[in-house]
């Protein structure tokens, strides 16, 4: 199994989506962009619900305000969902997540540290935003020092790809991306 399509710059997956951005990125993006992350995120997101109904923090406009001559002008900060996401034009991705799901396919198609990190954020930023009614950057900052501390505990990040393999990924292809988590060659 290849999916080896690169991005070819299109710009379509940023014309079409609102992309979300979890505390990480948006410590990142603020950063890469010299302003302070409250600023970061009153002038570019807004607060949204995913698929799942969970809160979330997504830019307000279509397309993403990064996006300048069909390239990310803050690739080396862009969002965690940007790194992890397949390209939505290729038909055998297309095919895939149809059939097995865009979580076994984000599995199959990046490092384990990539869905680590994805993974852990999304979840971290989930229970922040449950827990706080807008971004304010001091609690964001404790939430962001304790998700960076949780990515470095390798029993805590074991459990949670555990955990997520069994719940969302493909049966048929569980065994694969475990293998892969582990180090095993698959």
Avoid: W
Wanted: charged content about 30%; overall charge positive; hydrophobic content about 30%.
């Amino acid at each position: 199994m290849d999916f080896s399509h690169k991005c070819d710059r299109c710009g379509d997956c940023c014309r079409t989506q609102k992309i979300p951005f979890n505390i990480l990125d948006i410590f990142s993006a603020s950063a890469h962009l010299s302003i302070k992350p409250c600023d970061f995120t009153v002038t570019y997101l807004e607060l949204g619900k995913d698929k799942d109904g969970e809160k979330v923090y997504l830019v307000k406009d279509k397309p993403c305000p990064f996006l300048k001559d069909n390239q990310c002008s803050i690739e080396t900060a862009k969002p965690t969902a940007c790194k992890t996401a397949p390209c939505p034009k290729n038909e055998e991705y297309a095919h895939f997540i149809k059939k097995y799901g865009l979580v076994t396919l984000q599995f199959l198609e990046n490092s384990p540290d990539d869905m680590i990190r994805h993974f852990l954020n999304v979840e971290s930023t989930g229970d922040y935003l449950s827990s706080h009614k807008k971004f304010n950057e001091k609690s964001a900052l404790k939430n962001k020092e304790k998700t960076e501390k949780e990515l470095h505990d390798i029993k805590q990040v074991a459990r949670l790809l555990e955990n997520i393999v069994m719940i969302a990924a493909h049966p048929e292809y569980r065994a694969i991306i475990t293998a892969k988590i582990r180090g095993d060659s698959a």
